[in-house]
Nanobody
Framework: VQLQASGGGMVQPGGSLRLSCTPS????????MGWFRQAPTKEREFVAA????????YYAGSVKGRFTISRDIPKNTVYLQMNGLKPEDTAVYYC????????????????????WGQGTKVTVSS
């Protein structure tokens, strides 16, 4: 199963971007989709996640209130709306998926996800 991520780019501080992630199949339709990011010289970190069925979202503290994760079930696509972007949000953003409906406490665990997208780069700079 492939995950196609898109929507990255360069924006000024305070700007917005929307990332999209579309799995090649509906294999995760009962599971969980997440977004992670990795800045240069740093480890990959959790950003946000949502369960496909019944919603249920979880955010990293650093993005809560600025980022919103949502899903469009007919389009089989998960979005990450990023507002109020800061230079420290600069990173390559990866979407990830698992067929399991994770509980909130497990959503930040990278090892809980089975498939990963190729990453889309976000640069926040003036």
């Amino acid at each position: 199963v492939q995950l196609q991520a898109s929507g990255g780019g360069m924006v000024q501080p305070g700007g917005s971007l929307r990332l999209s992630c579309t799995p090649s199949t509906r294999a995760f339709s009962s599971g969980t989709m997440g977004w992670f990011r990795q800045a240069p010289t740093k480890e990959r970190e959790f950003v946000a996640a949502t369960r496909w069925s019944g919603g249920g979202t979880y955010y990293a503290g650093s993005v809560k209130g600025r980022f919103t994760i949502s899903r469009d079930i007919p389009k089989n696509t998960v979005y990450l709306q990023m507002n109020g972007l800061k230079p420290e949000d600069t990173a390559v953003y990866y979407c990830a998926a698992t067929a399991r409906p994770l509980i909130s406490s497990t959503m930040p665990d990278r090892t809980a996800y089975d498939s990963w997208g190729q990453g889309t780069k976000v640069t926040v700079s003036s």
